[in-house]
């Protein structure tokens, strides 16, 4: 079945620092890639998406970019502030014979400390 | 104009007990979830219902029950609750097509 790897965590940034957490998938199709973000205390959040190879989904000045052919969809941010501090998840949907019923598969989730 | 919502958002219990978690959502979506996250933050599927018709059901002890009285709801029922089924549970949607599927702000149960 499909499954989806994150960096492990937790990761501690000061303020203004470059963010990067790392994601692979493995599929049996082509999955449509996702990172969600849970704030403490809410629920997942989308944050930003691709659904196919070579695209880029961005929000909020993070941004991630589908790669096929290392079968990795890492999520960037240039510049981090202290309201990123959240867990971020990693997942990928497959669509299950040309319905899009298909099962979010989720990474472990990173949790992502920014100081002042 | 919350777009999907859960109720309650907290639910303190006994063991043995029988409860419900109820979730709607208002974006038009025909597709229902309901994912499990544990004391470690991990998520997986449960059930997924579209239009009112069970679709997915993972290894879920069959004292869950998921009920879809129409497109926009999706309830569970769980039966004689255990000290294990402590977690934070997650109602989302989406459109078949979607793919994104959008999450409630959680209920959080808590099993003694």
């Known amino acids: 079945g499909d499954s989806v790897t994150q960096m492990e965590g937790p990761v501690t940034l000061s303020e203004e620092a470059f963010l990067t957490i790392n994601c692979t998938y493995t599929a049996t199709g082509y999955p449509s890639l996702f990172w969600y973000v849970q704030y403490p205390g809410e629920g997942l959040q989308l944050l930003l998406k691709a659904t196919k190879a070579d695209d880029k989904g961005s929000n909020k000045g993070f941004e991630a970019t589908y790669r096929k052919e290392t079968t990795s969809f890492h999520l960037e941010k240039g510049s981090v502030q202290v309201s990123d501090s959240a867990v971020y998840f990693c997942?990928?949907?497959?669509?299950?014979?040309?319905?899009?019923?298909?099962?979010?598969?989720f990474g472990q989730g990173t949790i992502l400390t920014v100081h002042p | 104009d919350t777009a999907v919502s859960q109720t309650p958002k907290y639910l303190v219990t006994q063991m043995g007990n029988d409860k419900s978690i109820k979730c709607e959502q208002n974006l038009g979506h025909d597709t229902m979830y309901w994912y499990k996250q544990d004391s470690k933050k991990f998520l997986k599927i449960m059930f997924s219902?579209?239009?009112?018709?069970?679709?997915i059901n993972e290894t879920v002890p069959n004292r869950f029950s998921p009920k879809s009285p129409d497109k926009a709801h999706l309830n569970l029922h769980i039966n004689s609750l255990e000290l294990g089924d402590s977690a934070v549970y997650f109602c989302?949607?989406?459109?078949?097509?979607?793919?994104?599927?959008?999450f409630g702000p959680g209920t959080r149960l808590t099993v003694l």
């Open positions: 997942a990928s949907v497959t669509n299950a014979g040309g319905t899009s019923y298909g099962k979010l598969t």
């Open positions: 219902y579209n239009n009112k018709e069970l679709i």
């Open positions: 989302a949607s989406s459109l078949v097509g979607g793919p994104a599927q959008y």
